[in-house]
């Protein structure tokens, strides 16, 4: 089966931690997307990426890091600079040579002990 | 990136067909008009697309008027999982291009 798949599901970190979040894709797509969401909240996005080894910021990249090595691989890295992690964050995909439907993965809800 | 509007929430019941109105004022000649919808702890999944006049499809249909300032998405007979956070989008259709995720209208259905 072709789609998103992201982990863990939830995860947590300590004060000081950084922490790392998977997303992979099997639908060959070019484009992928980091997008945090908080309670009762729109999406808000972090980093993406159009092609493999580049990458944006977006609106809210400061406290998060990203890698784009494989095409299929866009992990987010939520590092200690990020005061306020507590959230839920969304990776998506798109084959941006064709309309811009995006394609979600299951979310991982990050919380703070 | 042109701005859209949506009421903040709806609420309908089981049966009736809803519509929930998109504002985008600034629209470009090349935007397309896209709608997401989202159900708790998930992440958004595609419902429709559509650049002029009318779409539709198996879920639901979009309306653009001759202006393309607003358009509107139609649920028909809508039932109890339905209820989701429904999301207007305005963009290119081409080129590999972020797009913004605005509040969107919660779709609260009643039995």
């Known amino acids: 089966d072709g789609g998103i798949t992201q982990s863990p599901k939830y995860l947590f970190r300590k004060e000081g931690q950084n922490v790392t979040l998977s997303c992979e894709q099997n639908l060959n797509h070019d484009a992928m997307y980091w997008y945090r969401q908080d309670p009762g909240q729109g999406l808000r996005l972090i980093y993406y990426s159009q092609i493999v080894n580049d990458f944006q910021k977006g609106d809210i990249a400061e406290g998060y890091s990203v890698s784009r090595e494989k095409k299929e691989s866009f992990p987010l890295t939520v590092t200690s600079a990020q005061k306020n992690p507590t959230a839920f964050y969304l990776c998506?995909?798109?084959?941006?040579?064709?309309?811009?439907?995006?394609?979600f993965g299951p979310g991982t809800r990050l919380l703070v002990l | 990136l042109a701005k859209t509007t949506q009421p903040i929430s709806m609420d309908s019941y089981e049966g009736q067909e809803v519509n929930i109105t998109c504002s985008h004022n600034n629209i470009a000649t090349n935007d397309y008009i896209t709608w997401y919808q989202q159900f708790p702890s998930q992440g958004p999944r595609f419902i429709i697309q559509?650049?002029?006049t009318k779409v539709t499809n198996e879920v639901a249909s979009l309306f653009i008027p001759a202006d393309r300032k607003s358009s509107t998405l139609s649920l028909p007979r809508v039932s109890l999982s339905d209820t989701a956070v429904y999301y207007c989008?305005?963009?290119?259709?081409?080129?590999?291009?972020?797009?913004?995720f605005g509040s969107g209208t919660r779709l609260q259905v009643q039995p």
């Open positions: 989008l305005v963009g290119p259709h081409t080129g590999r291009r972020a797009l913004t």
């Open positions: 998506a995909s798109s084959n941006g040579a064709v309309q811009e439907t995006q394609y």
């Open positions: 559509g650049y002029k």
